[in-house]
């Protein structure tokens, strides 16, 4: 790739902050400053990418993403802290669930490093982007295509790894609580198949499920697995969890479930604070018998959810003030934003 010959990030000139409306941001694409991207071709490792104004890419229409959904796509955040330090949130992890995704998609991905790297240099290239504390993230979305043209289903030779950056607030815009809907027609994942990674490949199918429930005032779908129709597995870009006296549960990851880098962070955060967490084959039924339920993900962090519905029968649960889940939301973010000393050792500061 060229170089770009536009002036780079950091540049002088710009106020401090971009002018967006902070505290009407959801979870929508406002496009930024730049973004960064790197190519891989035939056999040979990414070469190292540059930062260049956002903008429309060019592919070819017989590329194998295009073609046959050979692509993968990551999702974290970057926080501005109190004391106005940047920090991420355990992006070597994001790298490495890339890095597991590739190899399932026979794809090149970037190194560990290079992935890490890129998120950097894409947050700091925007910063004025990042909202001020408390108002929401830089979202960065990491993704991974492959570019060369194949006419038969087949790996690509070539490869695109692009990071782009949007401010988000909300990803429930407006919904303070989530009122699911148990999905009993239509699936996300199949055993052996690729629930397990982020391939572009999971989304669009539920897309229609989604809509048939957002149309019926539901927040979000909660899908069950496809071989027996009795276990819960995840919401459309979310885990679940259910609280049960003092035991936390969660779908334990075979193969079908993404495994999240929240879901990940809140079983241990769970542990530190005296609850059993337990990751099981969790049947539908167990979960209408929950005290709490709540959702997680970088993009809805931990969403209470105030109602489950499935066949008709709503079952409700407990939100708001004193629960589990509002803890765990703030022993979370706390680390996220630098409010709560990371004794975990989560955080990575990013050094302008
Ligand atoms: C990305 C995603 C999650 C959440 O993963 P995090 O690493 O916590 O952001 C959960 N389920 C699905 C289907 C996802 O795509």
């Not at 700091?124 to 990491?142: M, Q």
Request: aromatic share 8%; proline share 5%.
């Amino acid at each position: 790739m060229q170089k770009s010959s536009e002036s780079i990030p950091h540049s002088s000139g710009v106020g401090k902050y971009a002018d967006v409306n902070w505290d009407e941001l959801g979870f929508s694409l406002t496009p930024t400053d730049y973004m960064y991207m790197a190519q891989c071709k035939e056999g040979l490792n990414f070469a190292q990418g540059t930062l260049t104004p956002f903008r429309n890419i060019e592919l070819s229409p017989c590329s194998t993403v295009l073609q046959y959904g050979q692509g993968l796509f990551e999702g974290l955040k970057a926080y501005r802290t109190a004391d106005d330090r940047i920090l991420l949130f355990r992006p070597e992890e994001n790298a490495l669930r890339m890095k597991k995704g590739a190899d399932r998609m026979c794809m090149q991905a970037p190194s560990v490093e290079q992935f890490v790297d890129a998120v950097k240099q894409t947050v700091l290239a925007n910063k004025r982007w990042i909202p001020p504390p408390g108002k929401g993230a830089l979202y960065l979305r990491p993704m991974l295509m492959g570019s060369s043209s194949h006419l038969g289903v087949q790996a690509a030779t070539e490869y695109i790894f692009l990071v782009f950056a949007s401010p988000v607030g909300s990803y429930h815009k407006g919904e303070a609580t989530l009122n699911l809907l148990v999905e009993n027609k239509f699936h996300r994942a199949i055993p052996s198949g690729t629930g397990d990674v982020k391939a572009v490949v999971n989304y669009s199918p539920t897309v229609k499920p989604l809509a048939q429930a957002k149309a019926k005032g539901f927040s979000d779908v909660l899908f069950l697995d496809s071989v027996t129709g009795k276990y819960i597995e995840e919401v459309s870009a979310c885990n679940i969890f259910m609280l049960k006296g003092d035991v936390i549960s969660t779908p334990a990851t075979n193969g079908n479930i993404l495994p999240g880098i929240t879901r990940k962070s809140i079983i241990e955060l769970a542990k530190n604070s005296g609850y059993k967490a337990e990751e099981r084959a969790i049947p539908v039924d167990d979960v209408f018998d929950a005290d709490e339920v709540f959702c997680t993900g970088t993009g809805v962090v931990v969403s209470p959810v105030s109602s489950i519905t499935y066949q008709d029968k709503r079952y409700e649960y407990k939100t708001g003030k004193d629960t589990v889940s509002q803890q765990l939301h703030a022993a979370l973010t706390g680390i996220q934003t630098g409010s709560i000393e990371d004794k975990m050792g989560w955080t990575v500061e990013i050094q302008s």
